[in-house]
Protein backbone atom coordinates (compact mmCIF):
# COMPACT_ATOMS: atom_id res chain seq x y z
CA UNK A 1 0.00 0.00 0.00
CA UNK A 2 1.20 3.51 -0.51
CA UNK A 3 1.44 6.02 2.63
CA UNK A 4 -0.46 8.93 1.57
CA UNK A 5 0.62 12.21 4.20
CA UNK A 6 -1.99 13.11 6.10
CA UNK A 7 -3.59 16.36 5.11
CA UNK A 8 -7.15 16.24 6.14
CA UNK A 9 -9.36 16.32 9.51
CA UNK A 10 -12.94 15.20 9.96
CA UNK A 11 -14.43 17.10 13.41
CA UNK A 12 -17.61 15.57 13.84
CA UNK A 13 -19.73 18.36 15.85
CA UNK A 14 -23.39 17.65 15.23
CA UNK A 15 -24.80 15.77 18.25
CA UNK A 16 -27.43 17.67 20.35
CA UNK A 17 -25.29 17.81 23.57
CA UNK A 18 -28.20 16.41 25.23
CA UNK A 19 -25.27 16.07 28.82
CA UNK A 20 -24.92 19.74 28.31
CA UNK A 21 -28.66 21.00 28.31
CA UNK A 22 -29.96 23.66 28.70
CA UNK A 23 -27.11 25.20 27.49
CA UNK A 24 -26.74 23.30 24.65
CA UNK A 25 -30.41 24.44 23.05
CA UNK A 26 -29.29 27.29 21.45
CA UNK A 27 -25.36 27.02 21.48
CA UNK A 28 -23.54 24.13 20.15
CA UNK A 29 -21.73 22.03 22.89
CA UNK A 30 -18.68 22.50 20.56
CA UNK A 31 -18.41 26.16 21.26
CA UNK A 32 -18.51 26.44 25.02
CA UNK A 33 -15.56 28.07 26.12
CA UNK A 34 -12.48 26.57 27.83
CA UNK A 35 -11.55 30.32 29.60
CA UNK A 36 -11.59 32.26 26.55
CA UNK A 37 -11.55 30.12 23.71
CA UNK A 38 -14.40 27.73 22.10
CA UNK A 39 -13.34 24.12 22.71
CA UNK A 40 -13.68 23.53 19.44
CA UNK A 41 -10.83 25.79 18.08
CA UNK A 42 -8.66 24.01 20.18
CA UNK A 43 -9.62 20.93 18.41
CA UNK A 44 -9.07 22.44 15.00
CA UNK A 45 -5.52 24.21 16.54
CA UNK A 46 -4.57 20.58 17.46
CA UNK A 47 -5.83 19.16 13.92
CA UNK A 48 -3.44 22.07 12.11
CA UNK A 49 -0.30 20.99 14.34
CA UNK A 50 -0.82 17.45 13.27
CA UNK A 51 -0.43 18.47 10.16
CA UNK A 52 -3.91 18.91 8.54
CA UNK A 53 -4.80 21.91 6.28
CA UNK A 54 -8.14 20.74 5.13
CA UNK A 55 -10.77 20.18 7.92
CA UNK A 56 -14.50 19.71 7.48
CA UNK A 57 -16.38 20.21 10.54
CA UNK A 58 -20.04 17.89 10.60
CA UNK A 59 -22.95 19.89 11.77
CA UNK A 60 -26.37 19.54 12.06
CA UNK A 61 -29.02 22.39 11.42
CA UNK A 62 -29.16 24.57 14.67
CA UNK A 63 -25.72 24.93 14.87
CA UNK A 64 -24.76 27.45 12.02
CA UNK A 65 -22.62 29.29 15.16
CA UNK A 66 -20.04 26.79 14.11
CA UNK A 67 -20.08 28.33 11.12
CA UNK A 68 -20.28 31.96 11.86
CA UNK A 69 -16.64 31.10 14.41
CA UNK A 70 -14.66 30.30 11.42
CA UNK A 71 -15.85 32.79 9.21
CA UNK A 72 -14.78 37.12 8.79
CA UNK A 73 -16.75 39.33 11.30
CA UNK A 74 -15.99 42.30 9.09
CA UNK A 75 -17.53 44.68 11.46
CA UNK A 76 -15.93 43.18 14.54
CA UNK A 77 -12.48 43.90 12.87
CA UNK A 78 -13.47 47.10 11.46
CA UNK A 79 -14.14 48.08 15.24
CA UNK A 80 -10.82 46.58 16.83
CA UNK A 81 -9.21 48.55 14.11
CA UNK A 82 -10.42 51.73 14.90
CA UNK A 83 -10.27 51.75 18.28
CA UNK A 84 -6.52 50.20 18.04
CA UNK A 85 -6.90 46.91 19.80
CA UNK A 86 -4.13 45.38 17.45
CA UNK A 87 -3.45 42.13 19.46
CA UNK A 88 -7.13 41.07 19.46
CA UNK A 89 -7.49 42.26 15.52
CA UNK A 90 -4.48 39.66 14.90
CA UNK A 91 -5.91 36.97 16.84
CA UNK A 92 -9.20 37.30 15.15
CA UNK A 93 -7.84 37.73 11.47
CA UNK A 94 -5.61 34.57 12.42
CA UNK A 95 -8.46 32.98 13.33
CA UNK A 96 -9.78 33.02 9.73
CA UNK A 97 -6.42 31.40 7.91
CA UNK A 98 -6.02 28.66 10.95
CA UNK A 99 -7.47 26.31 7.65
CA UNK A 100 -9.30 25.64 4.90
CA UNK A 101 -12.58 24.64 6.22
CA UNK A 102 -15.97 23.40 5.27
CA UNK A 103 -19.16 22.13 6.31
CA UNK A 104 -21.26 19.65 5.94
CA UNK A 105 -25.07 18.85 7.33
CA UNK A 106 -25.89 15.43 9.02
CA UNK A 107 -29.67 15.38 7.70
CA UNK A 108 -30.22 13.06 10.54
CA UNK A 109 -28.68 12.37 13.78
CA UNK A 110 -27.93 8.49 13.49
CA UNK A 111 -24.80 8.46 15.51
CA UNK A 112 -21.24 8.62 15.33
CA UNK A 113 -20.36 6.38 12.51
CA UNK A 114 -22.86 7.63 10.33
CA UNK A 115 -21.45 11.62 10.71
CA UNK A 116 -18.32 10.46 9.86
CA UNK A 117 -19.42 8.70 6.83
CA UNK A 118 -20.64 12.18 5.70
CA UNK A 119 -17.17 12.75 5.21
CA UNK A 120 -16.56 9.84 2.49
CA UNK A 121 -16.36 12.48 -0.51
CA UNK A 122 -14.10 14.92 1.42
CA UNK A 123 -11.74 12.28 2.00
CA UNK A 124 -11.52 11.27 -1.51
CA UNK A 125 -9.26 8.29 -1.25
CA UNK A 126 -6.87 10.17 1.48
CA UNK A 127 -6.39 9.08 4.94
CA UNK A 128 -8.11 11.42 7.85
CA UNK A 129 -8.07 12.38 11.33
CA UNK A 130 -11.12 12.22 13.11
CA UNK A 131 -11.01 14.47 16.21
CA UNK A 132 -14.34 14.76 18.30
CA UNK A 133 -15.41 18.32 18.59
CA UNK A 134 -16.00 18.52 22.23
CA UNK A 135 -12.62 17.14 23.66
CA UNK A 136 -9.85 19.26 24.41
CA UNK A 137 -6.34 16.99 24.52
CA UNK A 138 -3.46 18.67 26.50
CA UNK A 139 -0.09 16.91 25.05
CA UNK A 140 2.37 16.31 27.78
CA UNK A 141 4.74 16.44 25.73
CA UNK A 142 6.01 18.66 22.49
CA UNK A 143 3.69 16.62 19.66
CA UNK A 144 -0.09 17.00 19.92
CA UNK A 145 -2.09 13.85 20.53
CA UNK A 146 -3.52 13.88 16.82
CA UNK A 147 0.05 14.59 16.13
CA UNK A 148 1.58 11.37 17.82
CA UNK A 149 -1.80 9.18 16.34
CA UNK A 150 0.37 11.15 12.34
CA UNK A 151 3.28 9.14 13.75
CA UNK A 152 2.28 5.57 14.12
CA UNK A 153 0.17 6.08 11.09
CA UNK A 154 3.68 7.06 9.37
CA UNK A 155 5.41 4.29 10.58
CA UNK A 156 2.45 1.43 9.75
CA UNK A 157 0.71 2.63 7.19
CA UNK A 158 -2.76 1.63 9.30
CA UNK A 159 -5.43 2.80 11.21
CA UNK A 160 -4.91 4.32 15.06
CA UNK A 161 -7.21 5.24 17.35
CA UNK A 162 -5.93 6.99 20.55
CA UNK A 163 -6.26 5.12 23.71
CA UNK A 164 -6.20 6.01 27.33
CA UNK A 165 -6.71 3.69 30.82
CA UNK A 166 -9.69 4.75 32.58
CA UNK A 167 -11.32 3.20 35.92
CA UNK A 168 -13.99 0.50 36.38
CA UNK A 169 -16.38 2.64 36.92
CA UNK A 170 -15.82 4.63 33.15
CA UNK A 171 -15.58 1.47 31.38
CA UNK A 172 -19.47 1.42 30.09
CA UNK A 173 -18.93 5.08 28.85
CA UNK A 174 -16.41 4.51 26.26
CA UNK A 175 -15.56 1.88 23.01
CA UNK A 176 -12.98 -0.16 24.87
CA UNK A 177 -9.96 -2.05 23.36
CA UNK A 178 -7.45 -4.60 23.61
CA UNK A 179 -4.60 -6.33 21.66
CA UNK A 180 -1.19 -6.82 21.61
CA UNK A 181 1.86 -4.40 22.30
CA UNK A 182 4.17 -4.19 19.87
CA UNK A 183 6.04 -1.26 20.86
CA UNK A 184 6.20 1.32 23.64
CA UNK A 185 2.66 2.60 24.24
CA UNK A 186 1.22 1.24 20.50
CA UNK A 187 -0.90 -1.52 20.13
CA UNK A 188 -2.43 -4.18 17.31
CA UNK A 189 -5.63 -4.24 18.26
CA UNK A 190 -7.84 -7.53 18.00
CA UNK A 191 -10.74 -6.96 20.77
CA UNK A 192 -12.80 -3.96 20.29
CA UNK A 193 -16.21 -2.97 21.79
CA UNK A 194 -18.52 0.41 22.42
CA UNK A 195 -19.73 0.51 26.09
CA UNK A 196 -19.38 -3.14 27.62
CA UNK A 197 -20.62 -3.52 30.91
CA UNK A 198 -17.25 -3.91 33.19
CA UNK A 199 -17.82 -7.78 33.05
CA UNK A 200 -17.47 -7.97 29.46
CA UNK A 201 -14.94 -5.54 28.70
CA UNK A 202 -12.30 -6.94 27.22
CA UNK A 203 -9.68 -4.56 29.41
CA UNK A 204 -9.68 -1.06 30.61
CA UNK A 205 -8.42 0.90 27.46
CA UNK A 206 -10.50 3.39 26.50
CA UNK A 207 -10.76 5.22 22.49
CA UNK A 208 -9.96 8.76 23.31
CA UNK A 209 -11.58 10.90 21.12
CA UNK A 210 -8.84 10.58 18.32
CA UNK A 211 -9.11 8.63 15.27
CA UNK A 212 -6.76 8.38 12.10
CA UNK A 213 -8.65 6.11 9.64
CA UNK A 214 -7.21 4.74 6.12
CA UNK A 215 -10.34 5.21 3.32
CA UNK A 216 -11.24 1.87 3.84
CA UNK A 217 -13.11 2.89 7.26
CA UNK A 218 -15.86 4.29 4.55
CA UNK A 219 -16.64 0.82 3.10
CA UNK A 220 -16.62 -0.63 6.75
CA UNK A 221 -19.18 2.05 7.62
CA UNK A 222 -21.36 1.53 4.73
CA UNK A 223 -21.67 -2.30 5.86
CA UNK A 224 -22.54 -0.99 9.44
CA UNK A 225 -26.04 -1.26 10.82
CA UNK A 226 -27.10 0.06 13.82
CA UNK A 227 -25.81 -1.06 17.02
CA UNK A 228 -25.93 0.34 20.60
CA UNK A 229 -29.09 2.92 20.71
CA UNK A 230 -30.08 1.79 17.53
CA UNK A 231 -26.89 4.09 16.32
CA UNK A 232 -24.16 3.69 13.66
CA UNK A 233 -21.62 3.11 15.68
CA UNK A 234 -17.76 3.86 14.86
CA UNK A 235 -16.51 1.57 16.82
CA UNK A 236 -18.08 -1.19 15.28
CA UNK A 237 -17.34 -0.24 11.41
CA UNK A 238 -13.86 0.10 13.12
CA UNK A 239 -13.94 -3.90 14.25
CA UNK A 240 -15.17 -4.24 10.59
CA UNK A 241 -12.00 -2.50 9.28
CA UNK A 242 -10.20 -4.92 11.64
CA UNK A 243 -11.40 -7.91 9.74
CA UNK A 244 -9.46 -6.30 7.15
CA UNK A 245 -6.88 -4.41 7.42
CA UNK A 246 -4.26 -4.16 10.57
CA UNK A 247 -5.78 -1.64 13.01
CA UNK A 248 -3.54 0.11 15.83
CA UNK A 249 -4.02 1.90 19.21
CA UNK A 250 -1.85 4.86 20.64
CA UNK A 251 -1.75 5.26 24.31
CA UNK A 252 -1.75 8.49 24.54
CA UNK A 253 0.67 10.91 25.95
CA UNK A 254 -1.67 13.53 27.48
CA UNK A 255 -4.59 14.72 29.16
CA UNK A 256 -7.89 14.70 27.97
CA UNK A 257 -10.80 16.99 28.90
CA UNK A 258 -14.20 16.51 27.48
CA UNK A 259 -16.49 19.57 28.20
CA UNK A 260 -19.02 17.86 26.98
CA UNK A 261 -20.55 17.02 30.79
CA UNK A 262 -20.82 19.24 33.50
CA UNK A 263 -18.01 18.47 35.76
CA UNK A 264 -15.81 17.74 32.78
CA UNK A 265 -16.67 21.88 31.39
CA UNK A 266 -15.89 22.89 34.83
CA UNK A 267 -12.91 21.47 36.50
CA UNK A 268 -11.06 22.38 32.45
CA UNK A 269 -11.64 25.99 33.11
CA UNK A 270 -10.70 25.92 36.76
CA UNK A 271 -7.39 24.19 35.64
CA UNK A 272 -6.77 25.83 32.00
CA UNK A 273 -7.34 29.42 34.15
CA UNK A 274 -4.94 28.29 36.98
CA UNK A 275 -2.30 28.22 33.94
CA UNK A 276 -2.99 31.33 33.12
CA UNK A 277 -0.42 34.34 34.70
CA UNK A 278 -3.50 36.89 34.70
CA UNK A 279 -5.83 34.89 36.08
CA UNK A 280 -3.96 32.33 38.45
CA UNK A 281 -3.65 34.51 41.51
CA UNK A 282 -7.44 35.36 41.65
CA UNK A 283 -8.73 32.35 40.45
CA UNK A 284 -6.34 30.59 43.60
CA UNK A 285 -7.61 32.76 45.91
CA UNK A 286 -11.54 32.93 45.62
CA UNK A 287 -11.24 29.06 45.26
CA UNK A 288 -9.75 28.66 48.50
CA UNK A 289 -12.11 30.59 49.90
CA UNK A 290 -15.22 28.55 48.79
CA UNK A 291 -16.20 25.29 50.57
C1 LIG B 1 -17.80 8.13 21.55
C2 LIG B 1 -17.44 6.74 21.02
C3 LIG B 1 -16.71 5.92 22.08
C4 LIG B 1 -15.50 6.71 22.57
C5 LIG B 1 -15.96 8.09 23.10
C6 LIG B 1 -14.79 8.97 23.55
O1 LIG B 1 -18.77 8.00 22.56
O2 LIG B 1 -18.62 6.09 20.59
O3 LIG B 1 -16.28 4.70 21.53
O4 LIG B 1 -14.80 5.98 23.58
O5 LIG B 1 -16.65 8.80 22.07
O6 LIG B 1 -13.90 9.17 22.55
P1 LIG B 1 -19.66 9.26 23.08
O7 LIG B 1 -18.81 9.98 24.10
O8 LIG B 1 -19.96 10.10 21.88
O9 LIG B 1 -20.88 8.66 23.72
Given amino acids: MIKKQLRKAVIP ?3 FGTRMLPFAKSVPKELIPLVDKPVLQYVVE ?6 ADEIL ?3 SSGKEAIIRHFETAVELEK ?23 SFVYQQELKGLGDAVSMAKEFAGGDPV ?9 DSAVSRSVAGQLVDVYEKTGSSVVALEEVPD ?6 GIADGREIADGILKLSRLVEKPALADAP ?6 ARYLFTPGIFTALAETLPGLHGEIQLTDAIVKLMQNESVYGCRIRGKRYDLGT ?30
Fill in 46 to 51: EAVAAG
Fill in 57 to 59: III
Fill in 13 to 15: AAG
Fill in 203 to 208: GRLAVA
Fill in 262 to 291: PAGFVMANVEFALRRSDLHDTILERLKSVQ
Fill in 79 to 101: RLAESGKTALLEEMQKLNHLADI
Fill in 129 to 137: LILLGDTVM
Fill in 169 to 174: EKVSSY
